[in-house]
Nanobody, 120 residues
Framework: QTQLMESGGGLAQPGGSLRLSCKAS???????????LGWYRQAPGKERELVAT???????RYADFAKCRFTVSKDNTRRTIYLQMNSLEPEDTAVYFC???????????WGQGTQVTVSS
């Protein structure tokens, strides 16, 4: 059974940085490396939105707000995906979710989310 566990959220000041991690359990390497795998976020009163994701293999897609500030990376050996967030803004305050779409099929797995708050 697939489990996604996020960590690394917390409070950051505007202009600061945070690094989120998501450990995938119960996922074989071919799924981890060959499937859409990435990060979404949901702010209060707003819909969940894409932040950054691997499309399957090495290609990535970033939301416009994440380009040049956020970087998604992964460690296949550790079955862990990361989101390095720099130059944080109050508008980045949200719950950040890890997402896996095995082989791009109809199944979507989500983590429980980790809160990121950007405030002075």
């Amino acid at each position: 059974q697939t489990q996604l566990m996020e960590s690394g959220g917390g409070l950051a000041q505007p202009g600061g940085s945070l690094r989120l991690s998501c450990k995938a359990s119960g996922v074989i390497l071919s799924v981890f490396n060959g499937s859409p795998l990435g990060w979404y976020r949901q702010a209060p009163g707003k819909e969940r939105e894409l932040v950054a994701t691997f499309l399957g293999g090495g290609d990535t897609r970033y939301a416009d707000f994440a380009k040049c500030r956020f970087t998604v990376s992964k460690d296949n050996t550790r079955r862990t995906i990361y989101l390095q967030m720099n130059s944080l803004e109050p508008e980045d305050t949200a719950v950040y979710f890890c997402h896996l779409n095995p082989y791009g099929n109809s199944q979507h797995d989500w983590g429980q989310g980790t809160q990121v708050t950007v405030s002075s």
